[in-house]
Each structure stands twice: as C-alpha cells, then as structure tokens.
C-alpha cells in the first residue's frame, strides 16, 4: 500500500477567463515534476477546491494525473460537506489514477461534527474508498478540529494511512504520532513547524510553501533525516517568515502572486478571493529576498 | 419590488433512500402553506443545502416553486463559496419563480474574507441577480461574521433589500436597524430574539421553529404589531427552549425529529449529519410539550 | 431588603499624582447626586477596581458612602479571586454603609471555574455576606460566563438578589428573567442592550454611559415604563454609538476623557491602562456631539 | 547578570487551616532542592498567587529565599493587574533575595491591553525593576497573547532577560527564538512541549510537572544537550500524559492531589479552587502509574 512519506506541495489551480488554465498548470507541473518535491496534493486548501464545480474537479483529476504520469505520487483532495459526494470523487481519483486521496471534516454544521459523527463520516469514507484516505485537520479554514483521541482511533482503520495535520498544536501532533497504529503517518500541514514535526516523529509534511520553493522545503527533512540538526533548526527559522507570508498573512492571494514572482503562473484567484494589492506585492517580494531562496541564484 | 417582511420558516429537505422525498416534502408544503406563515425559505442552513448537488438544488427549486405557485412567496437560499455559482443560482433561482435569494457568506477562506471581500462579493451578486438579495449573516456556521458597518454599507444598493442576522448580537441588529438605507428589512434569524428584534424596529424572522410551530411564532408578530406587549413578550420567552431545541441543541437532526412528531416527514438526514438518538428524542418530546403548543389541541 | 431596578452610574476611579483623588471624586458625585440616576456602583469595572489595593478599596467604599449618606443607594463591588477576601470586602461594605455588593466571577484559573466552582462560590460568599449579593457576568474581561442555568440556581439563595449581565447575550438574558425566583432582578451590563433587556422584564441597568449621560439613560428606563415604545427605542438607537466609545471601544481611558469633556473629572487611568491620545478624543467628541445631549443647552 | 537556562518548578502553595502552611512547604522544598532542578519559581501561575494577599505574598517570598539561601535560583513571580504594585512586588523580591522576577501580563482590562501598552507596561516595569524581569505569556488563563513581534521588542531591553512562554505556539516560540537580542531565553512553560522548544533552540522550561517529577524533566533537557534526541524524544512522550493532567485537565486541584500522591504535601486549594474529586483522584493516579516513573523503585 502506499506509505505517505516525504514533502508535497498542495499545488496552485491557475485560473484565466474565469477557468481552469490547463496550459499554465502544465508550465508549473513542469516544474515541480523536476524538483525534490516527494509529490503533489491536488485540490487542497491551495487548490481553491471549494471554488470548483464537480465537474473541474473530476476534470483537474484526471488532467493532472494524466500530465504526471506516475512520476510522482499525486495525493487528490476530495472532501466535500457530504458523505456520498465525498465518496464519489473518491471513486474518480481512483479511476483518474491518484495515488491516494485527501479528505477534510466537513465542517458547515460545526454544532453538529461531534467526534461520533466526524469517526462514523471517515469510516465510511474509508470503508467505500478504492484508495487509501489521509486525515485532512485544517481548523483555522473549518472551525473543527480532528482531536488527538479521535486521529488515534481511526488509525486502526486499514484504509486510513495518515494526517494531515494543519491546526498547529504540537501537543496534538505529538500525542497522534505517539498514540495512532503502526504505520499511520503523520503529516506536518504548514512550513512553519515542519521541524519540530519531525522531531517528534512525524512523516514529513503537505507546505504551502512547497509550491514556491520545492527543494529548500525536502532540504529541511533530508538534513533533518541525515542527523544534521542545527542545519535544520537553521533552515526551519529562515522559512518561517515567507511560510507566513503565503498562508495565515495572505493566504492564496499571497500564493499566487509569489508563483507570479518566481517565474510560474499564479493569476488571480476565483472570485471571491480578491488578487493581492499593490503594496502588499512589494512587501511579499521583500520577505521572499530576505529568504536568500530569491531570485535564484545560478 | 419584492418587501422583505414577517415569518418565513426555512423549510427542512427530506430525503429517503439518499435522495430528496418529493412526496414527503409536498406533504410538509401543504401544512406550511394551510398555516400563517408569511412565506418560505427553500435551501436554507435547516434545508441541508451544503449536503445537496447543483442538479439536486436546481430541482428542488423548481418544485417548490412549482408547488407553490405564489400562494406565499419563495425565497431561495442560493449561496455559494464562488461567486460565479452563486450568481448561476440566482439566475436558476429566478426562472423557477422565487421571490428573492438568500445569500450566505463564503467562508471557507475566513481569513481573506475581509469587509473589502466580503463588500465585492455581495456587490458583484447583487449587480448579476435577477432577484432582490438578502444577506445572510450565520457566524456559528460560518465563523464569518457580516458586521454592521458592512451591513449598513451593502443596504444602499438598490437589489440588496434586507438581511437576515442569525447571529444574534442585538446591539448589531440596533445599529443595522438604525443605520441602514430606507426600506432595508432587518430579520432575526432565530426564534429566540425575535422579540426584541421587532422592538427594536425589525421586519420579521426567518425561523426554523416556525417549520414546528408557525402560527405560533407569526403571531408573535401579530401581539407585538398590535401593541400587545406583554403577550408578545410572553410568546417569545414561550418559544425559547424548543427553538434552542431544534436549533443550537440538536440542530437539523433536532428540528427534523420535530417534525417527525408533529405528524409531518421529518426523516433521517443526510450523512455526515447523523439521527438524533432515542434519548434525546425523549427529552425533545417533552420539551415540545413543555411548550403548550403540542400535542395540538382539537 | 434592598430591591434593585432602575439605572445605576458605575462610577470611575478619579487618581491624580498616583493617589485616589477624592476631591475631584467629591465634585463627580455632586454631579451625580444631583442627576435622575438611581443610584451609583463604586468599584465596578469602570472604576478599576482590579487596580486598587485591599487599603484603598476600604477607604474608597468608605468615602463614597459617607458622602453620599443615604441620599442614593450605592452598591459596592467586592469581588476578588479568592473567596475569602471577597467576603472580607463584603464586611467592609457593609460597615461602610453600602446596600448591596456587586461579585465578579473569580476568573485567572478559568478552566476551573465550572458550573459547580462558581455556585460554591457564590453560595459561600452569599452565606457569610452581611448585605445582599449581585452576580456580576462579565465575560469580555473575565474569559468566564454565568450561564443562564447558573443564574436561575444562584437566584433561590435568600441573599442573591441579581445579577448584572454584561454579556450583552439577549437570549441569556431572556432565560435568566423567564426563570429566575421571584424578586430576582436582572440588569443590563451596558446601555447598547438596555431597551431589549427592559422590554423582556428586566429591571434596569448599571451603565457607563450613565456616568457622563445619567438623566438621559434614566429617561430611557422613565418612558418604556410608561408605555412609551417609540421614544424608548429611539432613545436606545440614539445611545448605542456613545456608548461603544466609553466601553469596547476606548474603555476606562475613553469613559475618562469623555468626563473631562463633560466637565466632570476624568483624568489618566492608573498604568497600565494609558490615557486616550488626542486623536481619538477628537473623535470621541464628535461621538458625544453626535448624540444631541452635548455640550448640554441651557 | 543572571542567566536563564534549565528546568525550574514553579511551585504549588500549600495552605492548612486557611494559612499558608510553611512546614509542609519546608518539607516540600526540601525535596526539589534535593533533586536535579536548577531552580524553582514561586507564587507562578502554580502558586495560586491571584489567590494570595499582598502581606502574604511578602512573606511567603521571604520565607522561601531564606529557605533556599542560594543552594539554587529563586524566580518570584511579581506580576498583578498593577504597574506600581507590580514594582512594589519587584523590590520586595529583590529584598528577599530573589534571582529574578516572573511577571504576567495584566489582563483584566484585555480590550486595552494592546502592544503599545503592554510594551510601555514591560518596559516601565523593567526600568524599575531591581532584579532581571522575565516576561510570562500566559494565554490561556489571561486572555491575552505577547505577540513575538512584542517579546522580540522587549527583548532588547536590557533588564529583560527571557520570556515563559505557556502558549504553547510553536511558530511563536520558533520566531521569538530566530529573532530575540543575543543572550535573551526562552522557556517552554510546559512540559508537553519541552523537547520542540529545546529543539527550536530554548533555553529550559518552567513545568508544572517539575513540582511532581522533577528529576525526569531535569533528564529531557540533559539528554536533548548531550545529542541523545531519540531518548530525548521518547522522554517527551511520555511526558505528556500526566502534564496534561496537572495542567490543562484538572489544573492546580490536580497538581495538589499528584503533590499528595508522591509523598510530599498538596492539601487542598484556596477557595473557589476545589479539591480534585475522589473518581479523579483515581484517574490521576493511574496516570501517575502509567508514567513509570511512579512509585519510584528503590
């Protein structure tokens, strides 16, 4: 089965004229394809899934499996707010060729996402699906969060292969690695503390920042790998800022203009996310250089 | 124009066998219709809207309009997290015959959903819609939250005809009623302030205790518009603890159980929404019958 | 016993050179002896209690109830951490000639104050309190709330007579007033919600507002109890924007410059709290200009 | 000038008859300085300090200094609402001869509690402070955050030594690290993340559950220093099971009753603190067990 290891960029949907840029994405996979990057998550949270109808996500499935290939293991985001919806892209991931599929909590009726019924929806997500589920804990996005005790539990399922863990909590993190069953991966889902994720045991992790710089992000894990630690710690630091700069401070906006930056196709995102203002370019421009990442040197 | 006033019950979406029961539903219309009940309102929060396909949504318009057929107006909860889908709604929404959309803000991406995002998209709406637009402030669901400024800003356009505020600050509701563009409708969006919505100046409520009780809850209107304070007030401290019941308590699973005991077709609902379980039942019936209103009287 | 209802000025902490400045106190009271006001509250939030040492809060409850001298009632606030030294106060207060005491919820170790730590609470210091108690709900400063079930037990013990809900929740608020014990009073925190708190029964305010506009809260209170809906409310509207600015807005240094304004003295708050810069006092004039009830006509 | 490294308890208060008891404090005492801590902190978060009179709070500082007489670094945590009495609190610890101050935000007044009075209020502080002033973060009982932006500010100060940070955000922590002045520390303020602090490059900690297992603490940092990560790590998970139950769980009760169970003197909390439950106190101590480190082996 597949084993969820190493770093992935939940890659950037580019949009032009209101629809999915094929042409532009093909350009960017070109270039994450030739990276260090372990693989990619399609559909992610940086993806703009929720901006995309059924059929754009059955469509960006199938195109971006069908551009890789198998070169790299693609990971598809396919959570919906509904049980069967969740499933049935499940089932197109599996078809489109996919490698595994990502699945967030629904998350509109808070109130009603206890741990019983978040743990009944990711077993039968499980249960249905043809390709190994990860955990997708994104609460600053949901206002739900996947709790240690419940990670854990659905651990054992032979179907659920790890987290994608994106709240942050290190004392989460910590007690999932320690707790879940043998073989469950935990995922880091943010630069900022991919570090101290490994650390504590953790997989590897699904950045944002991935997409910008692929190979700085795998450096951090393989130094960390190799027992090289304060290389690490060092590098860890220095990707803070710029991790911050394209998630919690400018969140997609951010993302694309900084793909803009280095040299791929960001664009403007879907409406109602509004492209990234002057003046905030200008200082996103400033915190890349200060990474010493920017421009590339050659 | 269309004028946003009295109490429109949102009305639940029964399903049997995974798909919406018509039958059940044309059922329940024709209580709601027979009752005093100012209108409905078709694919709100109650009405599991996030669990429903575009196809599914696009249907259960045209039927309930079809069914209806202006013997009470239709209003249609058309919002989505892009804007485009949310415009092709309204269009949809219009065809079938509905009076006016309900339009929740996007929220998935809280943190770019600024006053600035926020104002672009219910103005790019509002300018597309063939239909007068009422906001639809739901922070609980959404942890987005339609401020009063922002509120107040979005009553001068001339399709944006009211808001319905569940979140239940009455010092927000105050300063919308007080600063918005003339013939602009303020609703409560829950039954248990909908007293002192009215006193201070409101136009109504969109209530899901009124698909239970609606002539219970319209004639708290009707004692308040008579000048009959004290039953009005009376009422309203009545409607407190089922409203809670099937609102911030149990939920839709709460309120569809209601209806199962009213003698209309509650049902289960969608997954990943799970039954109410036998024990809160219980407790919901006597709840219910704390009320006074139930079992009706003949 | 004392019987709470009407408006009730928490009066500010006047301080200059570091010390309690009880000449300037003495022309404030002047003031507010001399308004419609009800009575006064010494020692609320609005008068920095939580800065004052256990020698001055002694002296100042003394001071204020020996000038006042029965003229109006004062209710004194004596909540602190610990039990014990809340029932010392308690003592000093009702030597000092006060009519009732006013209890904060204990709140630094917040995950402990359960349900069932704040009753014991309550219930010890009301046991050993020689006047009558008021529950004080303040859960923007504190993190901690008295739910709506808490208030309704506490309201059975002989010795808790209200409670001041600055929660600003109106169905709270609603379900305190429908089933607290008979001769409970419930008063609103803050002006914004005072016209909905009395049109549910509510028995009044303690108001910040009322330090720099007493007669024009009171007349709010004077006209809904004759029946006087509109002006009530408009009265209501009309109180909202003042009084954001002497609360959430600017605070204690917002509620001080607007005393100065007033011809009153306000002074600086004691550190850390920092005096309001003179741009938002600018603005904070505009705001008591705004309202139609300053610079008083003559 | 004193330096900041290691593992500190910061101790509980035992109290008897309503008094803080100081023979079984003596005893206590007697047992951390015979272990491997490189210090203690009295009147933390711990030691119920809210909870304490100004004369108490004199006293039992005197009592420990003298106590101790240099054999390890005495911090006294001064904090209160305050700056002057946080000042006063300052030079009787410095009188008593203490090492450095712990001082926690104020926090009552939150709304007012901004950067730029926070800042004025560390800084006013530690220009008067005769001791080295250790910043306290301590969100979750004060609602309030110091911001890394703020601590790496205040870190320039030269009488600004280090920051406990009990919030337990790692990026936080990470950035304050990556950007503080040379020679300014950080502690984790508890011991559910100790190990990613340290692995971020902190300086130590200060551990509720140093009260209870000082020497297995003491050991993560020694092992992390000497390179041994794995042991290091594994340390850390074990750890976090019983931190969790004297802090975030059940608090100081829970802290008192582990005291108890280890063969030193817990006793019961001050009022409205309640003693932890007999079915907790079950609970606790097989979580104590669980440990392994608990009963010692001899």
Not at 18 to 27: Q, R, T
Not at 36 to 41: F, P
Request: with cysteine; proline share 6%.
């Amino acid at each position: 089965m597949f084993k969820l290891h190493g770093i992935y960029a939940p890659i950037a949907t580019p949009f032009a004229g209101g629809k999915i840029a094929y042409d532009k994405l093909e350009k960017n996979l070109r270039f994450w394809l030739g990276s260090d990057l372990t693989g990619i998550v399609v559909m992610g949270s940086n993806g703009e899934f929720v901006l995309l109808s059924p059929e754009e996500k059955e469509e960006l499935m199938r195109f971006v499996c069908g551009y890789v290939k198998g070169r790299k293991p693609v990971i598809a985001g396919t959570g919906a707010e509904s049980t069967v919806e969740t499933i049935r892209l499940n089932k197109v991931a599996a078809e489109a060729g996919a490698q595994a599929v990502l699945v967030v909590t629904p998350n509109y009726y808070k109130g009603e996402m206890t741990e019983q019924a978040l743990g009944r929806f990711y077993q039968d997500v499980a249960d249905a699906s043809p390709l190994p589920v990860i955990l997708y804990n994104m609460p600053r996005n949901t206002g739900v969060n996947i709790s240690a005790k419940l990670a854990v539990e659905l651990s054992k399922h032979p179907n659920i292969i790890g987290i994608k863990d994106s709240g942050g909590n290190i004392v989460q993190i910590a007690e999932i690695i320690r707790n879940a069953a043998e073989g469950f991966s935990v995922f880091a889902g943010s630069a900022s503390y991919l570090y101290p994720t490994l650390a504590l045991g953790g997989a590897g992790g699904t950045l944002a920042l991935a997409n910008i710089f692929p190979d700085e992000c795998t450096r951090l894990q393989t130094l960390f790998e190799a027992g090289k630690m304060k290389e690490a710690r060092d590098l860890q630091i220095r990707l803070i800022e710029s991790n911050h700069a394209v998630t919690a401070r400018w969140g997609i906006p951010g993302l694309k203009a900084a793909l803009d930056m280095i040299g791929l196709y960001g664009g403007d995102p879907r409406p109602p996310l509004m492209p990234l203002e002057e003046a905030d370019r200008e200082e996103l421009r400033k915190i890349l250089i200060r990474t010493g990442f920017f421009p590339k040197k050659t």
